[in-house]
Structures are given as C-alpha cells and as structure tokens.
C-alpha cells in the first residue's frame, strides 16, 4: 500500500513563500515521477510541476515558473515544492502524486497514487 501524505501549507500574505511537502510511505518505483498539482474552488485540478525519479528532470507550469521548484531533501526522504512570491491566484488545494514510471507528466490521468492535498490560502 502506497501513501502519500502532503504538508506545509497554510495561510500566506502575497509576496510571500512556502515549502510544501510530499511524503512518501509504502513501496513505489525508485525511479517513479512525481506530480504537484492544485484545484482551487470551482475550477478544474491543474497542473502545477513535475520531475523525474532521479530529479534530473523537472518542469512547472508557465503560471508559476521561475516562483517554483522541485526539489528532493534526501534526509527527510520528502519531495518538496518551493513557492515564492505566491499570489493570490495560487490559492488552492495543493496534492502530490506518483506514477508508476519515471516520465514525469503534466496529465493528471499519468498518476497512479495521490495525497490527500494540503490547503494553501494567499490573501492579504
């Protein structure tokens, strides 16, 4: 049984950052890709970034690149997303997910596992 469990969210003023979470408990792929992706009230789920297994490979969004990055914090066994300068518009419920291969995927379908979210509020 895989889970995922995401952290670090919270209420922010704009301008601010953020480092959300992603743990990851269970059996998966060493080299599976992992997914952020956000759905804010009455819209669709969207994405947000992606990166490969190894971390070699990461891409975001063009409404946040340049503000987020992946990263991997190998003490904590966590994959973590940093948010800068977040905006109101980055309001949302933020969840990680995995797949299944190490092709790292901007389609919500492609992920096989999925956190139960973490909730990012920016207002000022």
């Known amino acids: 049984q895989v889970r995922l469990v995401e952290s670090g969210g919270g209420l922010v003023h704009p301008g601010v950052s953020l480092r959300l979470s992603c743990e990851v408990f269970?059996?998966?792929?060493?080299?599976?890709?992992m997914g952020w992706f956000r759905q804010a009230p009455g819209k669709e789920r969207e994405f947000v970034c992606a990166i490969s297994g190894s971390g070699a490979l990461s891409f975001c969004a063009d409404s946040v690149k340049g503000r987020f990055t992946w990263s991997k914090d190998k003490a904590r066994s966590t994959w973590d997303l940093q948010m800068n300068n977040l905006k109101p518009e980055d309001a949302a419920i933020y969840y990680c997910a995995t797949r299944l291969s190490g092709t790292p995927s901007r389609r919500s379908a492609d992920y096989y596992y999925w956190g139960q979210g973490t909730q990012v509020t920016v207002s000022s």
């Open positions: 269970g059996r998966t792929s060493a080299d599976a890709a």
